[in-house]
Nanobody, 115 residues
Framework: QVQLVESGGGLVQPGGSLTLSCTAS????????MAWYRQAPGKQRELVAR???????NYVDSVKGRFTISRDNAKNTVYLQMNSLKPEDTAVYYC?????????WGQGTQVTVSS
């Protein structure tokens, strides 16, 4: 059973920064392309950033230039550096592999951007 544990969320003012971490256990993590997703209240979960095993990255337009996804395969961890945060970035953030089917979803980490 793969376990995903997200952390690093919190309350931050607009323009602030946060770094999220997601650690996977129970799998050979390095071979999978990974992604960060987010789900705001009343909205569907959306993919915001992805990274392949070869470290190629892609971002949804709304976070380009502000978010950076990275991974440390030795630590089975994927990161999301979030800068210039906006109120519309408020959501629960999750990570998972892109390959279907997804692993069981973790509990996510809440990010709230508010003054």
């Amino acid at each position: 059973q793969v376990q995903l544990v997200e952390s690093g969320g919190g309350l931050v003012q607009p323009g602030g920064s946060l770094t999220l971490s997601c650690t996977a256990s129970g799998t050979i993590y390095a071979i999978y392309p990974m992604a960060w997703y987010r789900q705001a209240p009343g909205k569907q979960r959306e993919l915001v950033a992805r990274i392949t095993g070869g470290y190629t990255t892609n971002y949804v337009d709304s976070v380009k230039g502000r978010f950076t996804i990275s991974r440390d395969n030795a630590k089975n961890t994927v990161y999301l550096q979030m800068n210039s945060l906006k109120p519309e970035d408020t959501a629960v953030y999750y990570c998972n592999r892109i390959t279907l089917p997804p692993w069981n979803w973790g509990q996510g980490t809440q990010v709230t951007v508010s003054s």
